[in-house]
Nanobody, 115 residues
């Protein structure tokens, strides 16, 4: 079993930065992919960014150039540096870890961007 604990959410003004962290614990195997998803009110959960254990990244078009995902494999931790935040980035952000058929989620952290 894997547990994911997010931190770093909060309220920020448009244009400002925010950094999310997610620490994984439990039975973690190499070769996993970690990532961030978000869900705004009334909308479906969407992928924001993912990063493999080898460092390959993937971003949704709407955050390219503003968000950066990174990870520390030794700490089983993934980060999401969010810059130039926009009100439309407001959502609950969820940490995710995938390995083979296993799919784990954190409890979510609220990010609110005021205009």
């Amino acid at each position: 079993q894997v547990q994911l604990v997010e931190s770093g959410g909060g309220l920020v003004q448009a244009g400002g930065p925010l950094r999310l962290s997610c620490a994984a614990s439990g039975s973690i195997f190499r070769g996993n992919t970690m990532g961030w998803y978000r869900q705004a009110p009334g909308k479906q959960r969407e992928l924001v960014a993912t990063i493999t254990s080898g460092g390959t990244t993937n971003y949704v078009d709407s955050v390219k150039g503003r968000f950066t995902i990174s990870r520390e494999n030794a700490k089983n931790t993934v980060y999401l540096q969010m810059n130039s935040l926009k009100p439309e980035d407001t959502a609950v952000y969820y940490c995710n870890l995938k390995f083979l058929l296993y799919d784990y989620w954190g409890q979510g952290t609220q990010v609110t961007v005021s205009s």
